[in-house]
């Protein structure tokens, strides 16, 4: 099995992975659902919370990929729609759905990465020296699978 090639526009030093967005979206939702007798704000400030913690697992994320741009679009376009199904079609509360809103939202600052510029970071767990956790591409999209899957668990059973 061949390595992903990686792209060279962005430089190693400028790398850290990031958690997948519909990874963010599907654990704040989780979260949300723990969380329903809570107010909005309490929900919004403990989704940014998990934001923080997951960027602290290491994963693995497709930003060096040549193809970037399509994962990106795909990562985005899974999450809306999952945000989207969860109101429209579930009809989960609204403190559910903010939650997986507010827990993805930070990595729209991380946007430029897919096309290779970097500006500077606002969001704690996106700034240099937060230890941001990243490792390769089998154990770093293995773990994000498993919280997937417990949040779409969670999700379900709550
Ligand atoms: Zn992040």
């Given amino acids: 099995m061949s390595r992903p090639r990686l792209a060279p526009l962005l430089p190693v030093s400028w790398y850290t992975a ?3 967005v519909i990874v963010h979206a599907l654990s704040g939702m989780a979260l949300g659902s ?12 403990w989704a940014l919370a998990l934001h923080v913690v997951l960027d602290l697992i290491p994963h693995w994320d497709y930003t060096r ?11 985005a376009g899974l999450s809306i729609v ?4 969860a109101r429209a079609v579930f009809c989960l509360d609204w403190g559910i759905v903010v939650a997986g809103i507010v827990s993805a939202l930070p990595d729209l600052e991380l946007l430029d ?7 500077r970071r606002l969001f704690p767990s996106h700034r240099p020296w937060f230890p941001h956790g990243s ?6 999209v293995m773990v994000q699978a498993t919280i997937v ?8 059973l709550v």
């Fill in 18 to 20: 990031r958690m997948w």
């Fill in 34 to 45: 723990l969380l329903a007798t809570r107010s909005l704000w309490e929900i919004a400030f």
């Fill in 65 to 75: 990929l040549p193809r970037r741009v399509r994962w990106g679009t795909v990562d």
């Fill in 82 to 85: 999952s945000l989207v199904l």
């Fill in 113 to 119: 990465t897919l096309f290779g510029l970097r500006r």
């Fill in 135 to 140: 490792c390769g591409p089998l154990p770093g």
């Fill in 149 to 156: 899957i417990a949040s779409l668990l969670l999700l379900v």
